[in-house]
């Protein structure tokens, strides 16, 4: 028989692996974590689980995110494909930067991700999250740009989540098991639309952007709750020849708010030199 892990996983697989996790993994080099006075971000596994990556995002010892990862959609493709390992990592104090030389080998894209971390205030932090795709392959491209993010407050049970400004603001508490650091905010900057389905739905959005089906996300799913909180956004960008094209998200847990996100910029040389000569 086949045993498909993951996907269709329930809670009771997560408290497993809750109970498992560390640094550990075969891609031990690319993993590490950035600090910035109590709050700290990490990505602690390889690469290689069905969300593609396991994180912290801390604000002094409280920990509320299982989960954050990438996923694209370029031209006619037929499904979504998950961001691969970076070939690179850096963590230097507050700022991780992950690279990818060529994204699935495809000779459309590369990529870097940057993540800067904040502590505002007590018990809470703040993390910005910057994806720019750079033209590999003298062409324009569409691509569809999704972030998924798995915030588990406290734990990962009795999160509720509202839509505080459609469709790109995203507010969350845990009303059960309560601490200095039981809220938490997603924001995405010029984002096309959203989804937030429970961990254990079927489908899940892990199921949506890993099947062999295009899906595009729906704005669906608010409020929640309460449940285990999972949620997406969806970026579409036109990736001009030579150019290059960048998303922003953020976060916030505990008594601060997320920071207002740039809206996706797009570099387009054809047009400088348009510009610079008509
Ligand atoms: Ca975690
Ligand atoms: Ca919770
Ligand atoms: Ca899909
Ligand atoms: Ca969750």
Not at 74 to 91: L, R
Not at 124 to 134: D, E, G, K, R
Request: no cysteine; aromatic share 12%; net charge negative.
């Amino acid at each position: 028989m086949l045993l498909t892990l993951g996907v269709g996983s329930s809670n009771a697989d997560k408290q497993r692996e809750i109970r498992t996790q560390g640094l550990i993994g075969p891609e031990g080099a690319l993993i590490g974590s950035i600090t910035s006075g109590g709050a700290e971000f990490s990505y602690h596994t390889d690469f290689t689980s069905v969300e593609g990556a396991r994180n912290n995002f801390s604000a002094d010892g409280n920990d509320n995110l299982w989960a954050t990862w990438w996923y694209f959609r370029v031209n006619g493709d037929t499904q979504e494909y998950k961001f691969p390992a970076p070939d690179n990592a850096i963590y230097s104090g507050n700022v991780a930067t992950l690279t990818w030389n060529d994204v699935g080998g495809l000779g459309l894209f590369s990529a870097g991700l940057v993540h800067n971390l904040n502590d505002p205030v007590a018990n809470s932090a703040t993390l910005v999250n910057t994806m720019t795709l750079t033209d590999l392959s003298g062409n324009s491209n569409d691509i569809e740009i999704f972030h998924y993010i798995d915030f588990d407050l406290a734990d990962f049970n009795n999160d509720e989540a509202l839509l505080t400004q459609a469709n790109n603001y995203i507010s969350l508490v845990d009303n059960v098991t309560p601490n200095l650091v039981n809220v938490g905010e997603l924001r995405a900057g010029g984002n096309v639309s959203f989804i937030v389905r429970a961990y254990s739905d079927d489908p899940n959005i892990r199921g949506l952007l890993n099947d062999t089906l295009v899906d595009d996300l729906d704005n669906t799913g608010l409020p929640f709750g309460p449940g285990d909180f999972t949620g997406a956004f969806q970026w579409s960008i036109s990736l001009a020849a030579n150019g290059y094209s960048s998303v922003e998200s953020t976060f916030a847990i505990g008594a601060t708010a997320a920071p207002i996100p740039n809206d996706p910029y797009e570099y387009d040389p054809d047009l400088i030199y348009q510009n610079g000569f008509e």
